[in-house]
């Protein structure tokens, strides 16, 4: 049993632990394996009302089920493999790789496919935008190359999901006065539900038009 108290002392141990196990407000239980993946969460609500019998039903359901899928998985088709791959999307264990292997083994359902496509697209766009300070203009370029070269690979995310790669895109472009990745990324910003915002598109229409006309 391992007992955390965040006291946002510097230099604490750990000091994204709960962050990382899925925390959120105190008391908070989970149950984690050897190697420190979620296995089981346990409600607040329980915790407080119901206090050790609560962390047992959790260890003896949660847990327990954890396990039970996983051996069900290794002995069992592809609706087991699935069943425990989800649990395990659900938990937060898998990366980007367990993510594709998954999709290019074709063991999942039509419902459970778009799942898991939209979280690879979340962390590849996050693998992009890594090392970004929106402070620091000069730290927009490296990312927005690499939204630009996943963006022809695969694409961006659609709706507002796309808000902050494309943003970032568009950013750089003026940044660089690059008119035609500006107009681009504008265009997608548009379709992707800002087009509704007045504001915003006067904006970005008289940098447009500043960057066409060759103005600095």
Not at 9 to 16: H, I, N, Q, R
Not at 78 to 94: I, S
Not at 174 to 202: I, N, P, Q
Request: some cysteine.
């Amino acid at each position: 049993m391992f007992c955390y108290i965040d006291s946002h002392v510097a230099d604490e141990p750990y000091p994204d632990l709960m962050y990382e196990v899925d925390g959120a407000g105190y008391p908070y239980v989970c149950f984690l394996d050897p190697n420190g993946h979620l296995l089981a969460k346990q409600k607040s609500e329980a915790t407080r009302e119901d206090g050790v019998a609560a962390f047992e039903a959790t260890l003896a359901t949660g847990v327990k089920a954890f396990y039970d899928l996983e051996k069900a998985a290794k002995n069992g088709g592809k609706k087991a493999k699935a069943e425990f791959f989800m649990r395990r999307f659900d938990l937060g264990h898998l990366g980007m790789d367990d993510l594709q292997a998954a999709l290019e083994a074709a063991f999942l359902s039509e419902d459970q496919l778009p799942l898991v496509q939209e979280r690879l697209m979340e962390l590849r766009v996050k693998d992009c935008l890594e090392g970004l300070d929106q402070t620091k203009k000069e730290t927009f370029g490296p990312c927005a190359e690499k939204l630009l070269k996943l963006h022809k690979t695969i694409g961006l995310p659609e709706g507002p999901a796309g808000w902050h790669p494309w943003n970032v895109i568009l950013e750089d472009a003026y940044r660089r006065r690059d008119a035609k990745t500006f107009e681009m990324a504008f265009t997608a910003l548009k379709a992707a539900g800002l087009g509704s915002r007045k504001a915003f598109v006067a904006k970005r229409q008289k940098q447009l038009d500043e960057l066409k006309a060759g103005k600095k």
